[in-house]
């Protein structure tokens, strides 16, 4: 599966870092700007533009045991209980503890979190958490986020850069193949940290950009890392879809009062869960798509009740009326029709606590990664606190290896031999996305993902365009992955296997020889 034209035969142009970011979202700027700070030279590739990706379009924002009534011991109690029996409880006390300095670090660096009569920051609640401790910047967080950590970042950024292979020698890393504005080029470095964001962006409807396609997580399969959880997949319960686009109607409407109703105007998550719309984000999905059933129409999402409480909803949640407005839609006035998409990853690349992956001189941060602190099903606004938290540690990893790392580095020449399919065939992305929708989506069996695996492994083996071969590539092994578990939990529903089985109570793994069994 490896596929690398030699460097050297085709006069490729050439740069040296001493790290290369692959990702120009929160939890790969973050990592650059410390990285810089600790005295490293860095460049940072970005797939398209520098904030067109997750991160820029993060409504909610950032939970941290900020608020005088919270604690990292309730933060990370209520981390534990969403995750559903897989969360690593060491990478879970990271994350709450060094949360609050990471937030404090956000502000620092001009992050302007919305501010309640007195001054302070105002705090609101989202599903599954027990008090309110969600910072935000009305309904854009991760865009201000974004644009503040962009203005922080003095090194080399290299936008449209679209990395297709890791250069890799003797289970070492030296760098990556990229295309850089239709050009290859190779940038070498010591150490080369994926943050090339999730992967939710491979199902037909989601609320993801279409940067978000796995790449960095399956090119990193593909070159010996260890991936973890792949078949956990979040699908978020409350999204606007027409026939052209998909957006994301923030879980911090329902955490501000919104209700969801049947077609009939009842409420009913009741039926589903004590805490209603504020379940986890698994059960409200799965309650929606069974409601639509038994009600035999629509499920919508009422804002009324944020009015009446005397909050307006415009000031408020302005990009998400912006966004209604334009499809004809009052939220003051009508009830939204939802649909449950694909939000988030949470599987990825296996990292210890400082980004370190399995292949010496490879880390990995953000929604790329697997750090083990979602378990089956995350805590809302965790996402951009696992990516500035991470972030940082990942770049004192690098910065702890740095030194040995430099001292193996040289600029090696790596030939491998190019990828030629068989029976090629021109296969897009759409391919895929339609796949994994329609056979691994919401609800998952085993025939469904028999079809899934047979499909996918045709597209891996017969299409020679990288983005459609990544893709299908860690769509076959989230298939895989999924077939493995015979029971439901958290993310990963299996209408065949409806409950949790205490034998599957563990972190699943995908690695490349599972890749080249079921190719060669």
């Not at 995750?83 to 006390?93: E, I, Q, S």
């Not at 409807?205 to 960095?216: E, F, I, V």
């Amino acid at each position: 599966m490896r596929s690398l034209i030699t460097a050297d035969s085709l006069d490729i142009p050439s740069e040296t870092y001493d790290a290369i970011v692959v990702g120009s979202g929160a939890a790969g700027l973050y990592c650059a700007i410390v990285l810089k700070n600790l005295g490293l030279k860095v460049c940072v590739l970005s797939k398209s533009l520098v904030h067109e990706g997750s991160t820029f379009l993060a409504q909610g924002g950032i939970a941290s045991a900020l608020p005088p009534d919270d604690s990292t011991d309730l933060h990370f109690s209520d981390t534990v209980r969403a995750g559903a029996g897989l969360v690593d409880r060491k990478m879970a006390r990271v994350l709450v503890e060094e949360g609050v300095k990471r937030v404090v670090d956000l502000i620092r660096l001009g992050v302007k979190f919305d501010k309640d009569d007195r001054g302070f920051i105002r705090f609101t609640k989202e599903a599954a958490h027990s008090v309110a401790r969600i910072a935000h910047c009305k309904d854009r967080t991760g865009e201000e986020i974004e644009k503040a950590l962009i203005d922080s970042y003095s090194g080399e950024i290299r936008e449209f850069a679209f990395v297709k292979e890791l250069l890799v020698k003797d289970g070492r890393c030296y760098g990556v193949l990229a295309e850089v504005s239709g050009e290859l080029k190779v940038y070498y470095a010591p150490a080369v940290v994926i943050a090339t964001g999730g992967a939710a962006g491979l199902f037909e409807k989601t609320t993801n950009p279409p940067t978000s396609t796995g790449d960095g997580i399956s090119i990193a399969l593909r070159y010996g890392a260890k991936l973890k959880d792949l078949e956990f997949v979040q699908f978020h319960p409350t999204a606007f879809c027409d026939e052209k686009e998909c957006f994301l109607i923030s879980e911090a409407v329902r955490g501000e009062g919104a209700v969801i109703v049947d077609r009939h105007g009842r409420r009913f998550m009741g039926d589903y869960h004590h805490l209603w719309e504020l379940a986890p984000r698994d059960v409200v999905t799965r309650a929606i798509e069974t409601q639509r059933k038994l009600s035999g129409g629509d499920i919508y999402l009422d804002f009324r009740p944020i009015e009446r409480r005397g909050i307006d909803v415009y000031e408020r949640f302005p990009t998400i009326c912006k966004n209604l407005k334009e499809k004809g839609l009052d939220p003051k006035r009508d009830l939204i029709p939802i649909t449950p998409v694909a939000h988030y990853y949470i599987g990825g690349i296996a990292v210890d606590s400082f980004g370190r992956t399995s292949l010496r001189g490879l880390y990995a941060v953000g929604e790329a990664s697997c750090t083990g602190v979602h378990g089956a099903n995350r805590l809302a606004s965790n996402s951009l606190l696992e990516c500035v938290v991470f972030g940082n540690r990942t770049a004192y990893g690098v910065y702890a290896d740095w030194e040995y790392l430099s001292r193996k580095f040289t600029e090696v020449r790596v030939k491998l031999e190019e990828w030629k399919p068989r029976n090629e065939h021109r296969y897009v992305l759409d391919d895929v996305k339609g796949i994994l929708w329609s056979k691994v989506g919401i609800v998952r069996t085993a025939d469904s993902l028999t079809k899934a695996i047979d499909k996918l492994l045709s597209i891996v083996l017969s299409s020679s365009d990288w983005e459609v071969r990544n893709g299908a590539v860690l769509g076959l092994a989230m298939a895989v992955s999924a077939m493995r578990r015979e029971e439901s939990r958290g993310g990963h529903f299996r209408s065949d296997f409806p409950y949790e089985r205490e034998e599957f109570k563990r972190h699943s793994e995908f690695t490349l020889e599972d890749l080249e069994r079921l190719l060669f």
